[in-house]
């Protein structure tokens, strides 16, 4: 018995059956063999676009469904539940796509929405730099007005839907003398002369999700391009930001949600000593003990859910969503792969993948140490 979750209407677990379905049969049997090449094939985009999982709280009239977030919601928690990790929808639907929505001009987001709800073109986001993490006031990568267009130097690591992408949201200096208050987004096209991809980067886990480093050697971008107003690229990261937390907290509980059922099943079944897993005080007490903290962190981010749909969500409680799903989360797969044994370190079971996967929420979309000072100015 768990506490029953309100946020959800009939249309809205229609369509997730609709997701799972569409999961079950066209993602997960191939997602092996994307883990082996680094990357998703494209494919499945185009497959996700005609189905409706892409960009669907988008208006109708830049080719979404217009419907509220709960829908967009659904598909990270069901991709969460399979751990089918190389799909880079989240990001793609629900951060790069509302940067365009909220700050492109009409001729930009008439251009770029459409193919991207279609699942024709795929979208990024380029914060990250060698030298410049969570830090975002260390990026050094600059655009410099000449005329109609700013040109682009410099390099981002660790992108998501990198190799992939037809267009990303570049955070850069435009004048780099005023810090973090002289930051601009720019939508750069991938056609762009200068715009290099580097290959897949080679990671711990997440290994089928395309991740690369991007490279701007003088790219000319047209001035029409920037996204807002100049100068004012941290202040629109700062409102965003909190969403894409929670983002981070929704998969995080929902991982943990599916380690426990699988460790449940497992335990069940195998037997040591004669007996099963399951009939030894510790396999219960352990899995008592952490179904009723993921219980708690669901009750909250459901909590959460509703504040950003009353657009209430404040940084701080992002924030402590993000930092504490996800060290719940992996302390729930680190005490589920111990429940394993032996076959908790095999990359077949998907305990395994889903341990190696999680490290990297507790760090990417700002540490869970920036977390916490972010809290901290809250007291």
Same mark, same amino acid.
């Given at each position: 018995?768990?506490?029953? $979750?309100?946020?959800?209407?009939?249309?809205?677990?229609?369509? &997730?059956?609709?997701?799972?379905?569409?999961?079950?049969?066209?993602?997960?049997?191939?997602?092996?063999?994307?883990?082996?090449?680094?990357?998703?094939?494209?494919?499945?985009? $185009?497959?996700?676009?005609?189905?409706?999982?892409?960009?669907?709280?988008?208006?109708?009239?830049?080719?979404?469904?217009?419907?509220?977030?709960?829908?967009?919601?659904?598909?990270?928690?069901?991709?969460? &539940?399979? =751990?089918?990790?190389?799909?880079?929808?989240?990001?793609?639907?629900?951060?790069?796509?509302?940067?365009?929505?909220?700050?492109?001009?009409?001729?930009?987001?008439?251009?770029?929405?459409?193919?991207?709800?279609?699942?024709?073109?795929?979208?990024?986001?380029?914060?990250?730099?060698?030298?410049?993490?969570?830090?975002?006031?260390?990026? $050094?990568?600059?655009?410099?007005?000449?005329?109609?267009?700013? !040109?682009?130097?410099?390099? %981002?690591?660790?992108?998501?839907?990198?190799?992939?992408?037809?267009?990303?949201?570049?955070?850069? %200096?435009?004048?780099?003398?005023?810090?973090?208050?002289?930051?601009?987004?720019?939508?750069?096209?991938?056609?762009?002369?200068?715009?290099?991809?580097?290959?897949?980067?080679?990671?711990?886990?997440?290994?089928?999700?395309?991740?690369?480093?991007?490279?701007?050697? =003088? !790219?000319?971008?047209?001035?029409? =391009?920037?996204?807002?107003?100049?100068?004012?690229?941290?202040?629109?990261?700062?409102?965003?930001?909190?969403?894409? &937390?929670?983002?981070?907290?929704?998969?995080?509980?929902?991982?943990?949600?599916?380690?426990?059922?699988?460790?449940?099943?497992?335990?069940?079944?195998?037997?040591?000593?004669?007996?099963?897993?399951?009939?030894?005080?510790?396999?219960?007490?352990?899995?008592?003990?952490?179904?009723?903290?993921?219980?708690?962190?669901?009750?909250? *981010?459901? &909590?959460?859910?509703?504040?950003?749909?009353?657009? %209430?969500?404040?940084?701080?409680?992002?924030?402590?969503?993000?930092?504490?799903?996800?060290?719940?989360?992996?302390? *729930?797969?680190?005490?589920?792969?111990?429940?394993?044994?032996?076959?908790?370190?095999?990359?077949?079971?998907?305990?395994?993948?889903?341990?190696?996967?999680?490290?990297?929420?507790?760090?990417?979309?700002?540490? =869970?140490?920036?977390?916490?000072?972010?809290?901290?100015?809250?007291?």
């Amino acid at each position: 018995m768990t506490v029953p $979750r309100t946020l959800f209407a009939a249309d809205h677990e229609a369509f &997730r059956d609709t997701v799972r379905r569409f999961l079950e049969q066209e993602v997960a049997p191939h997602h092996a063999r994307w883990e082996e090449q680094g990357h998703v094939d494209r494919d499945v985009w $185009r497959q996700a676009g005609d189905a409706g999982l892409l960009c669907s709280s988008m208006p109708e009239e830049y080719g979404g469904s217009g419907v509220d977030k709960r829908f967009s919601i659904i598909v990270i928690e069901e991709c969460a &539940r399979l =751990n089918v990790t190389g799909l880079g929808w989240g990001l793609h639907s629900e951060i790069v796509a509302p940067y365009l929505l909220h700050y492109g001009s009409a001729g930009l987001k008439q251009k770029y929405l459409p193919p991207m709800a279609r699942g024709e073109a795929i979208g990024a986001i380029a914060m990250t730099e060698p030298a410049a993490g969570s830090d975002l006031q260390g990026i $050094r990568a600059t655009a410099i007005r000449d005329g109609d267009h700013y !040109v682009l130097n410099g390099s %981002k690591i660790f992108i998501t839907n990198g190799y992939l992408c037809d267009q990303v949201i570049v955070v850069a %200096k435009t004048d780099p003398a005023r810090g973090a208050k002289g930051t601009s987004l720019l939508l750069v096209d991938t056609s762009m002369a200068g715009f290099t991809k580097g290959q897949p980067l080679k990671k711990a886990g997440m290994k089928a999700q395309d991740t690369c480093e991007l490279f701007f050697d =003088n !790219v000319h971008v047209p001035a029409e =391009n920037l996204l807002g107003e100049e100068n004012q690229g941290f202040v629109y990261l700062m409102q965003e930001l909190p969403w894409e &937390r929670l983002q981070i907290a929704i998969t995080a509980i929902t991982s943990a949600e599916a380690a426990i059922g699988w460790t449940v099943a497992y335990s069940r079944e195998r037997k040591a000593f004669g007996q099963e897993l399951m009939q030894f005080q510790n396999t219960r007490f352990t899995l008592a003990e952490l179904k009723t903290e993921v219980q708690i962190g669901r009750v909250f *981010v459901d &909590r959460c859910i509703e504040l950003l749909l009353e657009d %209430k969500l404040d940084p701080a409680t992002a924030s402590m969503a993000k930092y504490w799903c996800t060290d719940l989360q992996f302390k *729930v797969l680190d005490a589920c792969v111990q429940l394993f044994g032996g076959y908790g370190y095999m990359w077949e079971y998907p305990i395994t993948r889903a341990w190696a996967d999680a490290r990297v929420q507790r760090i990417y979309g700002g540490t =869970n140490e920036i977390m916490k000072e972010l809290i901290s100015r809250s007291l």
